[in-house]
């Protein structure tokens, strides 16, 4: 780093001279001395030390250091793992990481980097989602939140009586149970789950009505009843 503004400069007995002291980009002042004796109260990013009524030969000596900067990592629920959180104390110019991997049945929601929304700066690995900040020269704040996943319910029936619940949002692990009840002269036929026929062991009945349950949800739920009439002999003798 350029230490400052002039090397050697020849002055006249009496006169003023500003030295200005410029760190070097992602670089501060450590120290300054001058004639031997040290300088305090120095701006680090850089300032002007000013020598007056110059009586003799001076001297003034600069050392910098590598600026550092501070990421703090939180997060805002603890549904996931998220790597390097607290405070992250890294050397002008680095980049930096964290790896966001949501717990199951839930989801990365925001990441805000000083409280802005940059969703869009992740990146998919595996089931995780990676953020990166590059050539890094000032203090970031970052946040991570996590949403529980949900899923859509659609249930119907075809003629001949009623399901409950017929829509809903149900949570990623969840169960959920259902009441099928025919009306007069029908019959529970047969109950889909998302096109696949569940089997009548898996129905409860209670005379005509049935109950079945759909556990540890973690997709859509599309339900289909199907009714049938019911049909009796009538002998005659």
Known sequence: SDVCSSDLTAVTCGETLPIAITP????????VQVNGVEWTGFNPAGDVYTFNNIQGDSTLTATFAVAQDTITVTTLNAHGMVTSLGENVLDCGSN???????DDCYAVG??????????EWLQTV???KVLTLNDISENHSISVNFNQLDYLLTARTGPGGTISPMGAFPVCGSSMTFTVEPIDCYAVDSVFVNGIHLPNSELTFNGEMATFEVSDIREDLNIYVKFRGLHYQLNLT
């Open 126 to 128: 595996g089931d995780s």
């Open 24 to 31: 070097a980009p992602c670089h501060i002042i450590q120290s």
């Open 96 to 102: 930096f990481s964290i790896t966001i991997t949501p």
């Open 110 to 119: 925001s990441v805000r980097v000083d409280g802005i929304i940059r969703n």
